[in-house]
């Protein structure tokens, strides 16, 4: 089997990486073309999206001889193993230093990036161009480098990676799943919806979580609820609650089916999980919505915004005023909304060029325009809550009874609810067709 073909998604950047690892391999025909080889590889991305694995299979597929340096050595120790461990890359006839976390090599933020530490591998990558050293690194942030360690002729190729796409997701899920005994409810598609947009390493902590949980009550196969109990405590920072204090919690499921509701009209199929379960001893909930659209459109980032504030609104509709648990909603939304206003000109051109033609000086009339824009999002918000009253009261009974929902139970209640309203309807067509 191919390398990479171990490496479940990211189909680009293998590609990319099969060019550079022929260059290794086969280095003679590309010398009659007159390429000389790369001086390295540099890959950039949040925790636990699988850089190091790539990069560990990059290594491996060229079967070249390889040293690792990790910053695990005092500064001035590391420094001078940073030195020796170039020092004796060189001595090989073709060989990859591999710099994993190369962010961790010093304690710099992006405005002190002139480290001891990138000043050295920055001067032993110069010192070893000519001498087949090729060099591959990971680091989350890249902006704390110096410009000049990330320029071509020191890393040749810069790669950014993201969280996986959902089908990927998928096939990863299954990986992982495939290793373990799981009953016949476990769906990787269902787990892989509640995960979409969280790293790799999530998932595989959710599915082995929910073996330690099966294994200590004594059962032989992993359930979905063990599955499902693991992925809220991902999603809450904290272990679930055996018991809770109910008095004020009221307001919660109300809140997270506004957002349901909404975000289902808007987007059929867009919620993957809604949850009002206690955990940490606090009372609260979360809703994880996923936009099928193009997320750079202008119509996901208002659909957002709008879903965004159905909770609040949901909670005015029943209760007669909004709750006072959603401070992180509108912080969302607003700066969702200042983004259409002040980068996307959705308040019109003449607005967009007023306030890029006066700066700072207009601060006051663009809150006004962005609060203008919310409160339009917060009555179509209201709106599409009051015309589905009846399927909301549905969705409410739903979770205040199991306490969670998962996209797929959103869509049974949805589905068997017989007096949806014909608009709802036709959403709902339009997104399967």
Excluded at 72 to 78: A, C, E, L, Q, R
Excluded at 182 to 193: F, G, H, M, N, P
């Amino acid at each position: 089997m191919f390398g990479f073909d171990k490496i479940i998604g990211y189909d680009e950047v293998k590609s990319e990486l099969e060019r550079f690892c022929d260059v290794l391999k086969n280095s003679e025909k590309y010398e009659r073309l007159g390429v000389t080889l790369p001086s390295g590889i540099l890959f950039y991305g949040e925790p636990g999206i699988g850089k190091t694995l790539m990069a560990r299979t990059f290594i491996e597929e060229t079967g070249c001889k390889s040293y690792t340096i990790r910053k695990d050595t005092p500064d001035g120790d590391f420094t001078n193993l940073i030195r020796q461990t170039f020092e004796k890359a060189r001595q090989e006839d073709k060989c990859i230093v591999f710099l994993d976390d190369l962010d961790k090599f010093a304690n710099e933020d992006e405005k002190h990036p002139d480290a001891e530490e990138y000043v050295t591998v920055q001067a032993c990558i110069d010192d070893s161009r000519n001498d087949g050293v090729f060099v591959i690194a990971t680091i989350n942030d890249k902006s704390c480098l110096p410009k000049s360690l990330l320029r071509t002729g020191r890393f040749d190729k810069i790669i950014g990676m993201s969280v996986p796409r959902y089908d990927d997701l998928v096939e990863i899920t299954k990986h992982y799943l495939s290793k373990r005994s799981v009953s016949a409810d476990v769906d990787a598609e269902e787990i892989a919806a509640m995960l979409i947009g969280r790293p790799i390493s999530d998932i595989k902590a959710a599915i082995n979580d929910a073996g330690i949980n099966a294994g200590f009550e004594g059962r032989v196969k992993i359930r979905r609820h063990d599955i499902l109990r693991s992925i809220k405590g991902l999603l809450f920072d904290s272990p679930e609650c055996l018991s809770m204090d109910e008095t004020d919690s009221a307001s919660v499921p109300v809140h997270e089916i506004g957002h349901v509701l909404v975000a289902e009209v808007l987007e059929p199929g867009s919620v993957s999980l809604v949850s009002i379960d206690s955990h940490n001893g606090c009372i609260g909930g979360v809703t994880r919505i996923r936009s099928r659209k193009d997320v750079l459109s202008s119509a996901a980032m208002e659909n957002q915004a709008i879903w965004g504030l159905g909770g609040r609104a949901a909670t005015e509709l029943f209760f007669g005023s909004p709750d006072i648990g959603s401070n992180s909603d509108i912080a969302a939304v607003h700066d969702i909304v200042d983004n259409l206003v002040c980068g996307e000109a959705m308040a019109g051109f003449e607005t967009f060029s007023y306030l890029v033609s006066y700066g700072g000086g207009t601060d006051d009339r663009k809150s006004l325009i962005v609060a203008h824009e919310m409160e339009r999002y917060y009555r179509k918000a209201k709106e599409i809550i009051a015309s589905n009253r009846d399927l909301f009261c549905e969705l409410l009974q739903g979770l205040k009874e199991r306490k969670t929902l998962t996209g797929r139970e959103i869509r049974e209640i949805i589905d068997t609810f017989s007096a949806v309203p014909q608009e709802f309807h036709k959403k709902s067509d339009q997104k399967t067709a």
